[in-house]
């Protein structure tokens, strides 16, 4: 039995989209159960809608629902303890769950993970994991925005971290990572993504295939499984491909709907259309996976509709189901095991900023 | 009358690709003429068979190309003084040729340009900027990979050198800027985004509006004329956008070659995505530009075939017939003029550094 954390006030649209996309998951999965946190007025009335999601659900009232425009800050001073939000974290924390899922803000949710779950030991700071879409299948992209910049050894937390994700949800055994850089020769890159480069090639770990750089352009063909990168770059790429298949599909349309013979063309090709349009489908790749914490918080799209909100519960579901946390501490302490001087140096450098 | 230095060995095809692609501009436009530098028994033979080319062009032989592999300091060591690149770029600082194009390596060209033609006296830093397809037409962005990082001056010059491209370009009069940066609110973004923001605002130039931060989903929207960023974000944004294109591209062709129907659909609509395909011609937006030198240089994508070389030449053609560099030295001077304490305070940070 996999028992899911909900925050339902969270996104654009709260519980009218959050309750039946938990409806739809309860349809196609049955060894889920879901702690539900939320306003009672809001909630009910919905969820009585849905008797069969009602029937595997516990539902707790909170008094407070983080807005999606609350700064982290404002979030924690009134939603610490007692938002819908902070409770869904909670569980998790309290073993009630097993993983938690909200459509909150982003840094709120964050925020509270921290602070609430706390990073794993030996790791510095948490990362977001997205899921993209690519030539090869789907490829594994942190950090797209927890924090800006990373030093060589976050980054090598990171490639460890996104390599069990690539492991827990796709069963690769062991996945190729990429440190995305720059490859105009002149400039060779950042001299943190350059150390990361060497203490992975160096390090030879058995739970990853260090593949050595990629540019933006290897997203697309998906080069490897597992892409590291710093949060600024990383979340500049994530948007930027989003916005670009969003001016393709605009384009696509308006020239689909110029011409009667390309309207012709377009009822012929209808069902080739709708094939593309599920590939592209973002609702389906939704979900950006807090990785670090004591804890798996998945954050699904504030816009997002019931069926990718589903999304996002299903790839908490999944990653319980294969044993994410279990698979990153294992690698972690092979790796520190390993790799001693990796913590002394961090200790130093630690040290050193004192 | 233009006049244009060629370094015809540049590219991954040199002289196949390049004379042809002038033969093009020369059947397009009257008033130019060009310098062209290469290796006499490659060029001339190719050279002959355009005769309206030859006429309007004069050959510079070069032992020396420079390779596109060459590292900066290699191509440097080996090609200064001497190679079809040096040679071309040389002709813009002796005022022979108003503007300089190759499709050689940007590391080279760029390194190259730097000694020969310098930057400008008050930019500590050349860009290069990139022209790309957004759904209201085309906006201009960088750095796209000159250098890595810049602080808060850095970007300001980048902004003042790209608005002057915009309007020397698109006739935009006062074109609209934005920094590219994050927009989770709990990283807030980099510290020197934010003060070149700040900084910005209060200058209120009258050669560009100031917009804002921008993210990366902005570029497909195209929210602005002109997006600032330093060159490590801006070239995986680049890269990034390009290669999901490429990426879409292909599950088209799949999809509509897979069933009966979809390729008579495609027949029907054949002009429409003709159409499309025009649109997304990566071709017609060939050209990194090199702003902040003393001289107009263009980088062309060195695998393109004759029609990207034709579309970088004339970019360069348009931008000389639209005096860019007195735009740039205006722009700059009134800048500087009502913001002395700017370059007071970069004087004063280059003398923290030593």
Redesign the interface.
């Known amino acids: 039995m996999i028992r899911i954390s909900i925050d339902v006030m969270g996104g654009d649209h709260g519980p009218s989209v959050v309750i039946p996309g938990l409806a739809k998951v309860a349809e196609r999965r049955t060894d889920v159960r879901f702690l539900l946190y939320g306003k009672s007025e809001e909630v009910r009335p919905i969820l009585e809608k849905h008797p069969k999601l009602a029937a595997i659900s516990e539902f707790v009232h909170c008094d407070i629902a983080v807005r999606m425009d609350d700064?982290?800050s404002q979030a924690l001073r009134h939603g610490r303890w007692k938002s819908s939000m902070w409770k869904a974290v909670e569980a998790v924390k309290a073993g009630q769950a097993d993983c938690c899922i909200s459509a909150g803000?982003?840094?709120?949710l964050?925020?509270m993970s921290k602070f609430c779950l706390r990073t794993m030991v030996t790791i510095d700071r948490p990362a977001i994991a997205s899921i993209w879409?690519?030539?090869r299948g789907e490829s594994i992209v942190l950090d797209v925005?927890?924090?800006?910049?990373a030093d060589a050894h976050q980054l090598i937390d990171f490639a460890i971290l996104g390599a069990a994700m690539s492991r827990a949800l796709f069963g690769i055994n062991r996945p190729t990572v990429g440190l995305?850089n720059?490859?105009?020769?002149?400039?060779k890159?950042?001299e943190e993504v350059k150390e990361a480069g060497q203490l992975l090639r160096e390090a030879e770990l058995m739970s990853m295939s260090y593949h050595g750089f990629v540019?933006?352009?290897?997203?697309?063909?998906g080069t490897v499984d597992v892409f590291v990168?710093e949060?600024?770059?990383g979340?500049?790429?994530?948007?930027?491909?989003?916005?670009?298949?969003?001016?393709?599909g605009?384009?696509?349309r308006e020239?689909?709907g110029?011409?009667t013979?390309?309207k012709?063309?377009?009822?012929?090709?209808?069902?080739?259309?709708d094939?593309?349009r599920e590939?592209?489908d973002v609702r389906k790749s939704n979900g950006g996976v807090f990785l670090g914490l004591n804890g798996i918080v998945v954050k699904s799209h504030g816009g997002t509709d019931d069926e990718g909100f589903a999304a996002a519960v299903e790839l908490g579901y999944d990653m319980v189901r294969n044993g994410l946390l279990d698979r990153i501490e294992a690698d972690l302490d092979l790796f520190h095991a390993r790799h001693p001087k990796t913590m002394a140096a961090r200790a130093a450098a630690e040290d050193d900023k004192e």
Do not use: C, H, W
Not at 105 to 108: D, I, M, Q, R, Y
Not at 182 to 187: A, F, K, N, Y
Not at 215 to 221: A, I, N, R, V
């Open positions: 700064k982290p803000n982003t840094g709120a964050m925020a879409p690519t030539m925005g927890a924090t800006i910049g995305l720059v490859g105009v020769e002149e400039i890159g950042q540019e933006g352009d290897d997203f697309g063909k990168t949060g600024f770059a979340n500049i790429a994530l948007k930027t491909a989003e916005g670009t298949a969003r001016f393709i605009s384009l696509l020239a689909m110029r011409t013979m390309a012709i063309g377009y009822m012929f090709a209808k069902r080739a259309f094939r593309l590939k592209m």
